[in-house]
């Protein structure tokens, strides 16, 4: 890093510069900005992105090791063999977690390392990793999330039932997740069912970017994303029955974040209305045991065919809300009539971070827990993912001055402690991703890390981002 002197900056007083100088203009200030004070700070991973030995001690292929493979799917080419290697490293890297002194750790827990086959025979030493990984978390003062469904399905559902193009596999998921949960629980008092419903119906069934790399017309998309919701729903049913009593449950979800574009009542109104319907067909179904009128009248002879009783497990009642929240998806105004909105274009400048989808907006960190709290009544969430990618240069000095994640995250986070401050009900926030890792169709391209990772010498190295959360867990306030 270049001193002061060598960038032609005069150098100021120590004094000065802490503000205690007589001479200086005093500003009040109501800052720190505290969160409540059994707030939960974390960090988030999954398997398959960080854990590479895909083919150790008994572990089955997923659709993901598949697509990998195929040509031209990952842009840089790679593959996530061996990723991190966390899963031969996962000492290395809870000491990383306990250096930033955060107290909850995120992870994912690959299904075709406990049924290599999807179903039937479990495999012990699948299941023995994860064993190890929370007692590791454990005994450094470190509680464990787990999630189940990180997107690795077995390759194995893929081929026999058309993975979840088929409610075998919400059978199969429901199964799985007792069977985890029967064996974790208990350590593990949060589980989460499935991450990003949105990302891997979308990605995986209708643009193909993401395994398996299907491109469905919407009436198949419909119920796929059906079956995910049905799949979550069973999983919540089997928890509640294999788990310890008081194991909390409920899904990580990327829902559409609608914004109010200017702060009216009716804009707000109207932004609550169209996270209520973007959301239909996961989320809102999860909290209100229906598809809404507006969802069915809008899918028409695409709708998904279901039962009540499909319902009825879908709405299986959940603890909490783990929302993944990056970036604005929509800017609302009301519409013409009071339960109508509007959806705003984005303007070909609006700023975005080192992956093009994302777009800068603090706000989001704000709207997503406040209209899932107002519209739902829910009494619990936690933001299960928040970060960013950045294009992060290793400077002559070894370190990594990466101010533009710490500006994202500074940004997110003041607008998280404006609803914390209000009320709304957010208990832990978990930052994606503790370290580099492998980021789906981006390969080792983006980088999310709080620490960077060498994927040559696998060396993890402190960013200066990871300097500033740690400032932020210790004085529990954004500043
Ligand atoms: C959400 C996904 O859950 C995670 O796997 C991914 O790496 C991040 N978004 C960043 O794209």
Redesign the pocket.
Known sequence: MAAWSALGIPTISAEAAEGTSTSATQFPTNRPATFPPDFLWGT?T?A??IEGAVNVDGRGPSIWDRFVHLKGKIIDHSTADVANDHYHRYREDVQLIKELGAKAYRFSIAWPRVFPEGTGMPNPKGLDFYQRLLDELLANGIEPFATLY??DLPQALQDRYGGWRSRDTSKAFADYAGYVAERISDRVKHIFTI??CA?MVQAGFGTGIDAPGLMLPQKEINKVRHHVALGHGLAVQAIRAHARAGTKVGP?E?IEICIPAIETPANIRAAEIATRELNAGYLTAILEGKYTDGFLTYAGANAPKFTAEDLAAISSPIDFVGL?V?MPNQYVVAGENSNDFALLPFAATYPHMD?N??RIGPEAMYWAPRHVAKLWNVKSIHI??N?T?AADQVSADGKVYDVDRIMYLRNYLTHLHRATSEGVPVQGYFV??LMD????A?GYD?R?GLYRVDFQTQRRTPKLSASYYREVIQRNAVM
């Open positions: 988030a999954s398959y992105q990180h997107w991450n990003e990302r990580a990327n993944n990056y992956s989808w994302l299960t993912e970060g990618s994606w991703s890792n492998f980021e789906w981006d983006k999310f």
